[in-house]
Each structure stands twice: as C-alpha cells, then as structure tokens.
C-alpha cells in the first residue's frame, strides 16, 4: 500500500521560497501511470491543485501558480519536492502531497498524506 | 477560469439519503471526483470517475453526473458520514476542486 508523507518547515518568512518534501513509501515513484501531485489547503477553505509531475519528470502547473512553482524528482530517494517562491501571507494553507493515478480512461487524486501546516510569517 | 458550485450545507437524519451537488459548465462532458474530508484529516477519494468507488469505501456512496451536474448521493447516512465533502474535476490542464459541502447528521 502506498503512502505519502510531507515534511519541511512549517514557518516561512515572506518573500521566502516554501520548500516541502514527499517521501513514498509501498511502492516506486517510477512506476508509470502515477502522477504526483502537490495540493494546497487555507484554514478554513477549500482544496487548491498546485502541479504536478510525471516519472518522467514533466510537470504541469496551476496557472496561477505557475510563475512561482517548481516541482521536481528525486528517484533515488523516492521523493518529490515543490518549491514556491516569493511567498505572502496568502500561501499559509496546509499542504498535501497526493498521488493521481491514471486509469487509461480517466484519473483520480486516490490517495494522499497527512498534511503538513506551512504559515508564512516574519 | 472553470468553477465548480457546491452548496455550503447540507443536513440529513441518520438513515435517511444525503444527495451534494456539484455544478459546473458542461460539467456532464468531464469526469467528476469526490473527496470526503472529516475534521482535521486529509481528503478521501469516494468516487472517481463519476460513479466509480475506490476498494474500501462502502456502498452507500454512489455518483452521477449528466448536464452541468454532478451528484454524490449517500444512502442510509451514519452519523460517521459528517463531514466535508469536495467535487474535482479538470479543465484545460488544470485540476478544479468545488466550493465544499458541509454534510451535518442531525
């Protein structure tokens, strides 16, 4: 059974980059038909999708992130990574990392961690 | 920018049918997700696909999705059912969630 925790800082200060790691365990992030995802939470509000990327290390961003997020690979550790930079108060949300798996006919985000509370705050 | 319409609440008696709706444009054309979120936890997936359920989750949750509608329909609710619950879908390259739906069993 796969499963996915986040993990990194959980105060950033403003104009700072957020950096967040997933790390997957039961299972390889190299396997085809998985994409891994970034999704963002503000107290009290709703889910937000940040990006994505594939195995094969293409990514696709939220257009109205896209200037500010990088996410990337680490197949050796298993892990994915987003990086958001220029952070405001605006950004302060829990942050879930979560896997979207590809049926051929469709896709769903099917199963994603715990969340991690990231507060951007001097 | 797509936009994906929930109702804030929606209340029901333990045992009786909880129906969510989920509007968006030409929603029917897409495929519809829902996620429950009970407090203070992460998302679970509880249909994809529009009327598909993931191994483990019981069959009182069941989906549609026709016209500019998507529904969520739980059967004999529980009172384990309370919770928040979110419609996704995609829309040119991006990943849409729903305004939320808080479903509270009286």
């Known amino acids: 059974q796969v499963q996915l925790q986040e993990s990194g800082p959980g105060l950033v200060k403003p104009s700072q980059t957020l950096s967040l790691t997933c790390s997957v365990s039961?299972?390889?992030?190299?396997?085809?038909?998985?994409?891994w995802s970034w999704i963002r939470q503000p107290a009290r509000k709703g889910l937000e999708w940040i990006g994505h990327?594939?195995?094969?290390?293409?990514?696709n961003y939220n257009p109205s992130l896209k200037s500010r997020v990088t996410i990337s690979l680490d197949t050796s550790k298993n892990q994915f990574s987003l990086k958001l930079s220029s952070v405001t108060a605006a950004d302060t949300a829990v942050y879930y990392c979560?896997?979207?798996?590809?049926?051929?006919?469709?896709?769903?985000?099917?199963?994603w961690g715990q969340g991690t509370m990231v507060t951007v705050s001097s | 920018s797509y936009e994906l319409t929930q109702p804030p609440s929606v209340s029901v008696s333990p045992g009786q049918t909880a129906s969510i709706t989920c509007s968006g444009d030409?929603?029917?054309?897409?495929?519809a997700s829902w996620f429950q979120q009970r407090l203070g936890q992460s998302p679970v997936l509880v249909i994809y696909?529009?009327?598909k359920r993931p191994s483990g989750i019981p069959e009182r949750f069941s989906g549609s999705n026709s016209g500019n509608t998507a529904t969520l329909t739980i059967s004999g609710t529980q009172a384990m059912d309370e919770a928040d619950y979110y419609c996704?879908?995609?829309?040119?390259?991006?990943?849409?969630f729903g305004t939320g739906t808080k479903v509270t069993v009286l």
């Open positions: 039961g299972g390889s992030i190299s396997s085809g038909s998985s994409y």
């Open positions: 990327i594939y195995s094969s290390g293409s990514t």
């Open positions: 979560a896997r979207r798996r590809d049926y051929g006919d469709g896709d769903a985000f099917d199963i």
């Open positions: 030409e929603l029917g054309d897409k495929f």
């Open positions: 996704q879908a995609w829309d040119s390259s991006t990943y849409v």
């Open positions: 696909q529009d009327t």
